[in-house]
């Protein structure tokens, strides 16, 4: 395989980060274009005097941490790699001829590192990589294998230009996919079910409110193909909303729609508002998320705790527990007799709950304990950006 195609694979990978291959399978590749007993690809911080290693292969673990943590910095090359992070120097590939044999011998460097693997020719290509660092690629050969060819170098210094533009894009890759998990447990810390929809109206992604909500009201189905409500003609409307919402539409007014969505036993319905989203016109693919669907179930039991009450409002532990039945729907004489105190030391209670969380009326109270901070989950189980990695719903 060549070098040009090694880059074309990588970079192929990059663009599509499910197939990434790991850094090691690709410094292998290399190690093949340059027939070389090893490879190490790595980063080196000039002014830090710091080593980070992104690959090796041919090299045993042991002394890949031995480069990183010290035998790199004793490295005879430093010198021009310095002067090329500094912009003093270009880009360059640097053979063995750059120092001769009976120096590099000399070497504590080839003393304790090449030596002991058998390692007898080096070549060594550096670029710079901003902010004081250099990449290189370092690719060694054994005394049997024979030294490095001049058209090495040549192909060294043709990749290595290229290779620094392919990982800037592997670390951007790698970037949006922390954001995206970010916005994935972001969601899937609310209590309201959230579920996106591509143009298809496939999901493909569902936070743990919804997995609960669809389980427990039996009002709702989710597969691959799409979120379908159980009665035919609330489904009708629901599949009607949703096209309407992932389809290309340039009205201003087609933003969201909220429908009704009954269960079984005379229940309270389930709310499905499904909005548009902004990323709707601009979507490149009909697989990206254009629409959400927010799934609320009225009767889902309130999230707060006592630990939780009492750690965001400075509640004691008895006020927590009045303030948590207040939002359960009971009345204060209620909850007296629960918590067995009189009815005088419950209002007591109530006053002081109203002190700390800068109300004065009970409504107020039931309203900031219903859609405050508290009703964020902090414990989370994740889910998954796919919807196909939703336990429980799809098979």
Not at 26 to 36: C, I, K, R, S, Y
Not at 112 to 138: D, E, H, N, T, Y
Request: with cysteine; charged share 25%.
């Amino acid at each position: 395989m060549s070098a040009e195609n090694v880059l074309l694979d990588y970079q192929a990978a990059v663009v599509s980060p499910k197939q990434l291959s790991p850094m090691r399978e690709f410094v292998e590749h290399l190690q093949g274009v340059f027939e070389a007993d090893s490879c190490v690809l790595s980063v080196l911080d000039i002014e830090r005097q710091q080593i980070s290693l992104l690959g090796a292969a041919g090299i045993e673990s042991n002394w890949v941490q031995a480069y990183e943590a010290e035998l790199g910095k004793k490295d005879p090359w430093w010198g021009p790699l310095t002067r090329i992070a500094r912009g003093e120097e270009q880009d360059r590939s640097i053979m063995d001829e750059g120092l001769d044999q009976e120096k590099l011998q000399e070497t504590e460097y080839y003393q304790s590192w090449m030596k002991p693997q058998r390692l007898l020719f080096a070549i060594r290509g550096g670029v710079a990589a901003g902010s004081g660092r250099v990449l290189m690629l370092s690719c060694y050969r054994s005394e049997k294998r024979g030294p490095f060819k001049r058209a090495m170098a040549v192909g060294l210094r043709y990749i290595l230009p290229s290779l620094r533009q392919i990982l800037l894009m592997t670390r951007e890759a790698r970037q949006l996919t922390l954001e995206r998990d970010a916005a994935v447990d972001t969601i899937d810390r609310l209590t309201l079910g959230v579920i996106l929809v591509d143009g298809h109206g496939k999901p493909v992604a569902v936070n743990r409110s919804a997995t609960e909500i669809i389980q427990q009201s039996r009002a709702l189905t989710i597969d691959r193909a799409g979120v379908f409500a159980v009665k035919p003609h609330e489904n009708a409307r629901l599949q009607n909303v949703i096209e309407r919402m992932t389809g290309a539409s340039d009205d201003p007014n087609v933003v969201s729609e909220m429908v009704p969505v009954s269960r079984p036993a005379g229940a309270t319905p389930i709310a499905v508002v499904v909005s548009r989203l902004k990323t709707a016109k601009t979507a490149e693919a009909r697989k990206d998320p254009v629409a959400a669907l927010f799934v609320s179930d009225p009767d889902s039991p309130i999230q707060n705790t006592e630990e939780r009450l009492r750690s965001l409002y400075s509640l004691t532990r008895l006020e927590a527990r009045l303030a948590i039945r207040i939002a359960q729907g009971l009345n204060l004489d209620d909850i007296a007799a629960e918590l067995r105190i009189s009815i005088h030391t419950a209002r007591a209670y109530l006053k002081q709950v109203f002190a700390k969380t800068n109300v004065h009326r009970q409504s107020a109270l039931v309203r900031i304990l219903v859609n405050g901070a508290s009703q964020i989950r902090t414990v989370v189980i994740c889910v998954g950006i796919s919807a196909a990695l939703v336990p429980g719903i799809f098979g």
